[in-house]
């Protein structure tokens, strides 16, 4: 009876696993019809440096004037290829396109344990405190895969204009902006976020990109 016990529990477990594996698919698996045209890859990725993941350590932030960058040893960013600027640039695209595509929302949690970090219970609206951040912004051609993820929280005590990650969006899309106008090159502008987003801080602030 308890060799039969085992062999069910152990089915239903496998059942379960297999269930929840089909399901994170399908999250992955969900774009609108539209995208098909672009000829996108959304499985696309080519990091900025080669690292191990899952870290064989904790993931620790690094300070650059005042403001959180990611760890490169953990996050150094990464580039989906098939998102060139004619892509990026072309009428109707979104990123709806390749988000959650590459890596499930339920996979992009695994990096607030790397960086040792409890996800918070309440995190949206005014009450966020944390994102789940592309080092390289998806408008810029970002890959949707672990290594160009990393939660960027705090402060905690901001007003939500002022978290970092707020500001960091700001830096996006001013280069966003910058590179559509051609007045930045793409690689540039993703090797340069992916390096050190706060040294654009002060020109996004300057032409008043929120």
Same mark, same amino acid.
């Given at each position: ?20 594996? #089909?399901?994170? @698919?399908? %999250?992955?698996? &969900? ?15 080519? /990091? ?5 993941? /899952?870290?064989?350590? #904790? ?8 403001? /959180? ?21 072309a009428k109707g695209f979104t990123t709806k396109c390749v988000r959650d595509q590459a890596s ?8 607030? #344990? ?6 918070? !219970? ?8 944390? =994102? ?7 408008? %810029?051609?970002? &890959? ?13 005590? *901001?007003?939500? !204009? ?7 969006? #700001?830096? =996006?899309?001013? @280069? !966003? ?11 540039? &502008?993703?090797?340069?976020? *992916? ?6 801080? &002060?020109? *996004? ?6």
């Amino acid at each position: 009876m308890n060799r039969i016990a085992l062999l069910l529990g152990g089915l239903l477990c496998v059942g379960i696993t297999v269930s929840a594996q #089909a399901a994170d @698919l399908r %999250l992955r698996a &969900a774009a609108p019809s539209f995208c098909s045209k672009f000829k996108i890859d959304p499985e696309g990725s080519q /990091p900025m440096q080669n690292v191990t993941l /899952p870290p064989s350590r #904790a993931c620790k932030p690094l300070l650059k004037n005042g403001l /959180p960058l990611p760890d490169p040893a953990c996050s150094p960013g990464a580039i989906n290829p098939s998102l060139t600027l004619k892509v990026l640039a072309a009428k109707g695209f979104t990123t709806k396109c390749v988000r959650d595509q590459a890596s499930s929302a339920t996979e992009k949690q695994k990096t607030y #344990a790397w960086y040792k970090i409890e996800k918070p !219970a309440h995190n949206s609206g005014k009450t966020q405190v944390c =994102e789940l951040d592309h080092i390289v912004s998806l408008e %810029l051609g970002g &890959a949707d895969t672990l290594d160009n993820l990393w939660p960027q929280c705090g402060p905690n005590k *901001a007003v939500l !204009a002022k978290r970092f990650f707020k500001q960091k969006d #700001a830096v =996006e899309n001013y @280069l !966003a902006r910058q590179v559509k106008a051609g007045k930045m090159n793409l690689a540039a &502008a993703q090797r340069g976020i *992916a390096e050190d987003w706060t040294q654009y801080l &002060a020109a *996004a602030r300057k032409a008043g990109v929120k």
